[in-house]
């Protein structure tokens, strides 16, 4: 990333020593530089308000990138700083830059995870459990896993069954595989917790989504639905897979809010939203515009105060209260008319339309002004 941005912003790349990263990081900075831009940077470091550590792989590469972006309190900027990708870091200099404003920050995770490349988007917002989240991931291999066995035999794609077997056995070979090019594989080391966890659950997950109206019954278990295709094609495509993790910085370890999970295809977006944690966590996934996306990640590279933490916790957090767990059913009973809406509750809303926080009571979403109803 600090190569790639070098570019437009070479005035604010330098290097530093590891003496020198040390003592800016215990917040005992010497003698002001000459360089007024290094000297900045390490202010920023000596005293920064908190770290966004972002975790990015390129579908196919064995490789996961780590850049933590340090953002000062007020208008300081942030610094960014790559790690080494094999997860070593010898050097004897440490490479950053200085990246005066949030809105450049969230142009160099763009770098990373590249939210402006996609063309097109659509789908609606799920929240689920670790269950019915890895039932997507699974669902999405085992339509790849078919859509290869019918082109190598040069045949269109039949309509499989989709049992809570086939899905099972989906979860096991991608936890056990190494190529993120496969929904599983890529999502296992953004998911917090572990999504092994999700093990001998998928045939409550299948129920969640029959409830969303991803799957329908069907002779020998269950079909996807065309959302569900849509859904599953994307996950399918990933192009990248990435992780925005908020720490405090004292410490630079504690955890500010869940990690925020982004999945890039070429034609969507979507941002896994967590929360709680280990086999009890939800995840809302948002459909997120390009603009959508991008507001939140600058919101998460600028300083923080109390509401400003509260705002992104609602960005990257948590969903409306989780409903019960449903078994798939023969077929499924309608919902009543408001089952889709939430109870009132303190979980925060998000806009269907762009992922954006909507604040109680609110009738129209305050960044996109797409219609949400009232809370």
Same mark, same amino acid.
């Given at each position: 990333?600090?190569?790639?941005?070098?570019?437009?912003?070479?005035?604010?790349?330098?290097?530093?020593?590891?003496?020198?990263?040390? %003592?800016?990081?215990?917040?005992?900075?010497?003698? +002001?530089? *000459? @360089?007024?831009?290094? /000297? =900045?940077? &390490? $202010?920023?470091? #000596?005293?920064?308000?908190?770290?966004?550590?972002?975790?990015?792989?390129?579908?196919?590469?064995?490789?996961?990138?780590?850049?933590?972006?340090?953002?000062?309190?007020?208008?300081?900027?942030?610094?960014?700083?790559?790690?080494?990708?094999?997860?070593?870091?010898?050097?004897?200099?440490?490479?950053?830059?200085?990246?005066?404003?949030?809105?450049?920050?969230?142009?160099?995770?763009?770098?990373?995870?590249?939210?402006?490349?996609?063309?097109?988007?659509?789908?609606?917002?799920?929240?689920? %459990?670790?269950?019915?989240?890895?039932?997507?991931? +699974?669902? *999405? @291999?085992?339509?790849? /896993? =078919?859509? &290869? $066995?019918?082109? #190598?035999?040069?045949?269109?794609?039949?309509?499989?069954?989709?049992?809570?077997?086939?899905?099972?056995?989906?979860?096991?070979?991608?936890?056990?595989?190494?190529?993120?090019?496969?929904?599983?594989?890529?999502?296992?080391?953004?998911?917090?917790?572990?999504?092994?966890?999700?093990?001998?659950?998928?045939?409550?997950?299948?129920?969640?989504?029959?409830?969303?109206?991803?799957?329908?019954?069907?002779?020998?278990?269950?079909?996807?639905?065309?959302?569900?295709?849509?859904?599953?094609?994307?996950?399918?495509?990933?192009?990248?897979?990435?992780?925005?993790?908020?720490?405090?910085?004292?410490?630079?370890?504690?955890?500010?809010? #869940?990690?925020?999970?982004?999945?890039?295809?070429?034609?969507?977006?979507?941002?896994?939203?967590?929360?709680?944690?280990?086999?009890?966590?939800?995840?809302?996934?948002?459909?997120?515009?390009?603009?959508?996306?991008?507001?939140?990640?600058?919101?998460?590279?600028?300083?923080?105060?109390?509401?400003?933490?509260?705002?992104?916790?609602?960005?990257?957090?948590?969903?409306?209260?989780?409903?019960?767990?449903?078994?798939?059913?023969?077929?499924?009973?309608?919902?009543?008319?408001?089952?889709?809406?939430?109870?009132?509750?303190?979980?925060?809303?998000?806009?269907?339309?762009?992922?954006?926080?909507?604040?109680?009571?609110?009738?129209?979403?305050?960044?996109?002004?797409?219609?949400?109803?009232?809370?």
């Amino acid at each position: 990333m600090v190569n790639a941005m070098s570019a437009l912003l070479a005035p604010t790349r330098f290097q530093i020593d590891r003496a020198e990263l040390a %003592s800016a990081l215990a917040g005992t900075v010497g003698a +002001a530089s *000459a @360089d007024p831009q290094r /000297a =900045a940077a &390490l $202010r920023v470091l #000596a005293d920064p308000d908190h770290l966004v550590v972002v975790l990015a792989n390129r579908a196919g590469s064995p490789l996961w990138s780590a850049t933590r972006f340090v953002v000062g309190k007020g208008d300081a900027g942030v610094v960014a700083r790559a790690d080494a990708s094999d997860g070593t870091d010898a050097a004897s200099a440490v490479e950053l830059v200085l990246l005066p404003s949030p809105a450049l920050a969230a142009v160099a995770i763009d770098d990373l995870v590249g939210l402006t490349e996609v063309v097109a988007l659509s789908g609606s917002t799920l929240e689920l %459990s670790l269950a019915g989240y890895a039932a997507v991931l +699974a669902c *999405a @291999d085992a339509l790849q /896993a =078919a859509t &290869l $066995r019918a082109r #190598a035999a040069r045949q269109p794609l039949a309509t499989f069954p989709v049992t809570a077997e086939l899905l099972e056995a989906q979860l096991r070979q991608g936890l056990a595989a190494s190529d993120t090019r496969w929904a599983v594989t890529a999502a296992q080391p953004i998911t917090p917790g572990d999504l092994g966890t999700a093990t001998g659950s998928l045939a409550a997950g299948l129920g969640e989504l029959q409830q969303e109206g991803l799957v329908t019954p069907a002779a020998h278990g269950f079909e996807l639905t065309r959302d569900g295709v849509l859904l599953a094609s994307m996950f399918g495509s990933l192009i990248v897979t990435a992780q925005l993790a908020l720490v405090a910085a004292a410490g630079m370890m504690e955890p500010l809010v #869940a990690p925020l999970g982004i999945f890039r295809a070429s034609t969507a977006i979507w941002l896994a939203a967590w929360s709680d944690g280990g086999s009890s966590a939800r995840v809302t996934l948002i459909p997120a515009t390009i603009g959508g996306a991008l507001s939140v990640v600058e919101r998460l590279v600028a300083p923080l105060d109390a509401a400003g933490v509260a705002a992104a916790t609602r960005g990257a957090g948590a969903g409306r209260a989780p409903a019960a767990t449903a078994q798939p059913t023969q077929p499924a009973p309608a919902r009543p008319a408001d089952a889709g809406a939430p109870a009132p509750s303190a979980h925060p809303r998000f806009c269907g339309s762009c992922g954006a926080p909507v604040r109680d009571g609110a009738v129209f979403c305050g960044t996109c002004g797409t219609k949400v109803g009232v809370a």
